[in-house]
Structures are given as C-alpha cells and as structure tokens.
C-alpha cells in the first residue's frame, strides 16, 4: 500500500468522523452524515481500501476519540446504534464494489443500496441484541424495526442514489483514487 492510500485512508476515516457530528437528533438513533461518506469512502477509494477507512474510523472511536456521533470510547460497544457504525465496514467494501468492476450507473447504485442493506441488517440486530440483552429492555423486532430503522430507510436510500451520482460525477471528471 503506498503513502498516497494511507492519505486517503486517514483523510476518509476523518470525514466519516466529521459526518458523524452533523447529526439530527431523532429519536435512538441519530441522522448522520457517516452512512454517505463511508459510501463515499468506498465509491471513491474501491472496496479493500473504503473498507479500511471505515475500520481506522471504528478504531479511532472505540480508542476514546470523540468521533461517534454520541462521542467515543470503549463503552460506546454498548451503545443500541453501535452496529449502525460497525455496518459501515461491509457498506464501504459492498459500495466499493461497485466502483471496482466498473459498473454502469444503475449497477453502482445497486451496489450503493446493496451496501446500505448491510448497515441496516448489522444496526438493527445489535440493536435488538443491545437492547434486549444488554440494556434490559424489552423490544421486539417489529418495534425495533420501527424505531431503528423505519424513520431512515427512505432518507438513506436517496442519500445512498445521490452519493452514488456525485461519484460517479467525480469519476467523469476524472477522479478515481483508487487507482492512483
């Protein structure tokens, strides 16, 4: 891996962070900006790479930086929306994907949406897990569902399009990171 991906490994895994502290405060999950720059990450940086950014983002939260979007620290892994974050591993490497085969636009939304499955799938079990475990809290998937998930999947899905059309815009115009 040469120096120039490690740049834009650690300058992704910062956006990502400062994604997170743009947050509107609904309910136990929050609206963030961390779902469309881990896409982003993935779309722009290709999927080992993307994937990377978001693990140096996990790892910069869980080692006390503040950069979930309720702070950071080791005490965040019982968090209900610590899975929303881990989601965005796959999502980042699914979304990469897409960008790695050279896909046409229709196939790289797919892959966007594809990746967006994978954050909810992994925030909505650690949340149940999380909340009926952990917490104490009785919640039943149909609850959880709608309190999880629900009230983001429309929001997520344009931002997961519209992320997916302002990379491939930037590929256009002849930005592609992953092969520099």
Do not use: C, W
């Not at 702070?71 to 999502?91: D, N, Q, R």
């Not at 939304?109 to 809290?137: D, E, Q």
Request: a positive charge; glycine letters at 12%.
């Amino acid at each position: 891996m040469s120096t120039k991906h490690l740049v834009y490994v650690a300058l992704f895994a910062a956006l990502i962070a400062v994604g997170a502290q743009i947050r509107l405060p609904i309910g136990p999950v929050p609206v963030t900006f961390q779902v469309p720059m881990a896409l982003l990450a993935g779309l722009l940086l290709g999927p080992r790479l993307g994937a990377l950014s978001t693990i140096v983002y996990l790892l910069m939260g869980l080692v006390g930086l503040p950069v979930f979007a309720g702070g950071g620290g080791i005490a965040t892994v019982f968090s209900p929306t610590f899975g929303f974050i881990v989601g965005l591993i796959p999502a980042a490497f699914f979304a990469g994907l897409g960008t790695a085969y050279g896909t046409q636009l229709l196939g790289s939304i797919g892959f966007t949406l594809l990746a967006l499955i994978s954050v909810f799938l992994l925030g909505f079990l650690y949340f149940i897990f999380i909340m009926n475990i952990v917490l104490g809290t009785p919640m039943d998937a149909a609850e959880a569902f709608k309190v999880a998930v629900l009230p983001f999947i429309l929001k997520d899905i344009v931002v997961a399009v519209l992320t997916s059309l302002f990379a491939r815009t930037l590929h256009a115009r002849g930005l592609n990171l992953a092969s520099n």
